[in-house]
């Protein structure tokens, strides 16, 4: 994961900028993390030791990563705490006080808000309501942005715009999530692009009584049955910097077993355009212009081993400033000649788990 961070030159700037925090442990974590992005900034042949970084993180995240008698552990579960970590305390280090304006703005975006949720908006003519969700989106965001706004959540935080429609009286309700990793269904049993990845995600899902806990205004009376429904996700805010988890593993608890869903799942190197899995593309409005849709590859990380991420073992592929691609495998570091022709092999389709993605510069 660290591999794959350093190759992200947006993060490399940020945390070589990082403010000092006040809390040593946290200091310590910055500091140590810093040492170690620089030494990776070197892209020799060589490995390093971050013994200084696993003990900074020990003391904040024991469930994690523990000095003595490491296990394996989930990367994306550590990368999400990483990112969180860094949000908060670059959140802390950066604080403002709240003016009044900024209380009053952050107040009228909130009755604007709750002003367009609370229209009774309808399936069969949600053409009418296309710009009041557009609206919802851009809203919803600017709270973010004045409340909860970090260096870290502009360079790769999400925006998923959610819709649920009952099956019963047609109403739609509309929910709003925000995602620093976006985790992407993985198809079972067939050769696939991530594309399909992103189709299977934001496709039209049945939530019938067995799995849903949807209650619409038109149930009757509280005993009544959940009502089925369908529900739409899409992308309403794509950051600058867009970390994909595949979600391979899962667990039958009929079987009491850890499943892995070994799918081979290839991905662009150049170019991946996400324009037509946006809110805009759902609702055929313009595409606003100064929003990413298109990315690069930047790094990738593999899983292999394992049926589940309490075991196995970890490598880690990295573009290096000068274009160049690199294999990081423990104490084994080797340079990548063909970075289009490593994707398609089986060693990593198969097994791809985070992917690294920044957006092409406008």
């Not at 013994?51 to 993180?57: E, F, G, P, T, V």
């Not at 081979?264 to 055929?284: A, R, W």
Request: aromatic share 10%.
């Amino acid at each position: 994961v660290i591999h794959c961070l350093a190759g992200i030159e947006g993060f490399v700037s940020l945390l070589l900028q990082f403010p000092t925090p006040q809390k040593k442990s946290d200091s310590n974590l910055i500091s140590s993390l810093q040492l170690v992005i620089q030494q990776c900034q070197n892209w020799s042949l060589s490995s390093i030791k971050p013994n200084k970084l696993l003990l900074a993180i020990s003391s904040l995240a024991p469930h994690l990563v523990t000095i003595h008698g490491q296990s394996q552990q989930d990367a994306g579960e550590f990368l999400l705490w990483l990112l969180d970590a860094l949000h908060e305390m670059h959140k802390k280090a950066t604080k403002v006080d709240m003016t009044e304006e900024k209380q009053s703005l952050i107040a009228q975006l909130k009755s604007e808000k709750d002003t367009i949720q609370s229209l009774e908006m309808r399936s069969d003519d949600i053409e009418t309501y296309r710009d009041k969700l557009i609206k919802l989106s851009s809203v919803d965001y600017s709270i973010l942005e004045q409340e909860n706004m970090s260096s870290i959540y502009k360079m790769c935080c999400g925006q998923l715009f959610e819709a649920r429609e009952c099956q019963q009286c047609k109403r739609v309700s509309t929910n709003i999530e925000y995602y620093t990793i976006l985790t992407l269904p993985v198809p079972q049993n067939t050769n696939s692009d991530i594309r399909l990845c992103f189709e299977l995600f934001s496709q039209i899902e049945s939530l019938n009584h067995s799995h849903n806990m949807f209650r619409c205004t038109c149930t009757i009376k509280e005993s009544d049955f959940p009502t089925s429904a369908s529900r739409l996700a899409c992308l309403s805010y794509l950051p600058s910097h867009l970390i994909i988890q595949l979600a391979r593993f899962s667990y039958d608890y009929a079987r009491k077993q850890a499943l892995k869903n070994q799918t081979p799942v290839v991905f662009p190197v150049t170019g991946l355009d996400l324009s037509s899995f946006t809110l805009s593309s759902k609702l055929k409005t313009p595409l606003d212009a100064s929003q990413p849709t298109l990315y690069d590859l930047c790094g990738f990380c593999v899983h292999t081993g394992a049926r589940t991420t309490s075991y196995g073992h970890y490598i880690a592929y990295s573009k290096a400033k000068d274009g160049a691609w690199y294999r990081f495998d423990d104490n084994y570091v080797s340079l990548v000649n063909d970075i289009e022709k490593e994707i398609k092999q089986p060693f990593v389709s198969q097994n791809t788990y985070l992917i690294f993605y920044k957006a092409k510069r406008h």
